[in-house]
């Protein structure tokens, strides 16, 4: 599985939200900028986690978004389907393959494990864990001797 651009974006706009107070809307011009993301791209990945309830949308003056639900509650497993679709690390997994092989495969039980760890770490992640990993990033950052 390779997370695409779209996946990206949504992970980083959503994390915007996450480090914003609780229940405040954010203009998506806000949330491009402060990730300098695209704002046409972002705008299609965010009407995606709308959908999926992972994010409420707002129009007009004071509008814009914010998360559905508390930060702690949104796991990066459920930004990462909502936008790429159910997690599947080889085309066998995601249940099209019908074949008498895919049964009989020896590898296909070490891509389920696999999937089944990475599922479990990525359940394992809220947005409250990424935003307070993000903000004591930003302090460290800002706490380094600056260049004279």
């Given at each position: ?30 949330i ?45 497993l ?26 009989i ?5 070490v ?26 990033l ?11």
């Amino acid at each position: 599985m390779q997370l695409t651009r779209s996946g990206d974006y949504g992970i980083r706009g959503v994390m915007v939200l996450a480090q914003r107070p609780a229940g405040e809307f954010i203009p998506l011009e806000t949330i491009a900028v402060a990730d300098k993301l695209p704002l046409p791209f972002l705008a299609k990945v965010f009407q995606t986690l709308t959908r999926a309830g992972i994010v409420e949308a707002r129009r007009g003056a004071g509008g814009g978004f914010r998360l559905a639900q508390p930060a702690r509650e949104v796991t990066l497993l459920a930004i990462v389907e909502a936008i790429e679709g159910p997690l599947a690390l080889y085309q066998c997994l995601r249940g099209r393959d019908t074949s008498s092989q895919q049964a009989i495969c020896p590898v296909n039980v070490v891509w389920r494990r696999a999937q089944a760890r990475l599922a479990d770490v990525l359940r394992g992640i809220t947005l409250e864990d990424l935003a307070e990993a993000a903000l004591a990033l930003r302090d460290q950052g800002d706490s380094s001797p600056q260049a004279g």
